[in-house]
């Protein structure tokens, strides 16, 4: 019920390459959708998403909700050997308020 | 503006023994939570909190003990360390409701 699955688990690509990074959710105990990047430290805060269909963006980072399909995706553009991390979602449960993680996707980018 | 601070930042522990990692915020914040990171496993929740004298457990609650008497502070005490327990722990905080958390800087943990 509280399953958060990212996919893939690991992606290496070149620098100036689009990725985009999935994360779906298998519970309708849902409250806000969180990605967040983490590099050598704590994980750090990128976008909260709670409605459908509007897209959050931020730079060349930017993320979109279907609540209906239960899925989130994380797109980058232009990508820069900055951007190599572990990207991190998680779903934030209305009815208990627990914040479940899923594995992460490993991202490298080459230069 | 401290945020989270966790201590310590680095220990090593016997097998057997316990021990006690402190967590405390500064942001007056209800929602407080442990997670452990081992490698290729994400963030795994623990225990957490969504006020003073409120806790419960998360997805891997077994070996730990959690207490929330104030809202600044929220430990989490190892009982009896095993090896299975070494890892990377991270503490964090929120508003309650759709608010994204806040995390300390972890304390890596071994236990040989």
């Known amino acids: 019920e509280d399953k958060v699955v990212q996919s893939p688990l690991s992606l290496v690509v070149h620098e100036g390459d689009t990725v985009t990074l999935n994360c779906s959710y298998e519970?309708?105990?849902?409250?806000?959708l969180l990605w967040y990047k983490q590099e050598k430290k704590a994980p750090t805060f990128l976008f909260m998403l709670t409605s459908s269909g509007i897209e959050k963006k931020s730079g060349r980072l930017s993320s979109i909700l279907d609540k209906k399909e239960l899925f989130s995706i994380l797109n980058i553009t232009a990508t820069q050997t900055g951007d190599s991390a572990v990207y991190l979602c998680a779903r934030r449960g209305n009815r208990d308020d627990k914040i479940i993680f899923g594995k992460g996707t490993r991202l490298h980018i080459l230069p | 503006n401290a945020g989270v601070t966790q201590t310590p930042k680095f220990q090593v522990l016997k097998t057997g023994q316990s021990m006690t990692l402190q967590c405390a915020q500064d942001?007056?914040?209800?929602?407080m939570s442990w997670y452990r990171q081992d490698p290729g496993m994400g963030l795994r929740l623990i225990h957490y909190s969504v006020g003073a004298g409120i806790t419960d457990q998360g997805e891997v609650p077994n070996g730990y003990n959690v207490s929330r008497s104030t809202t600044e502070d929220f430990p989490l005490r190892l009982l009896s360390a095993a090896p299975s327990q070494t890892s990377v722990y991270f503490c964090?905080?929120?508003?309650?409701?759709?608010?994204?958390?806040?995390f300390g800087d972890g304390t890596r943990l071994s236990i040989l």
């Open positions: 519970v309708t105990n849902f409250r806000s």
């Open positions: 942001m007056n914040h209800e929602y």
């Open positions: 964090a905080s929120s508003p309650v409701g759709v608010q994204p958390q806040h």
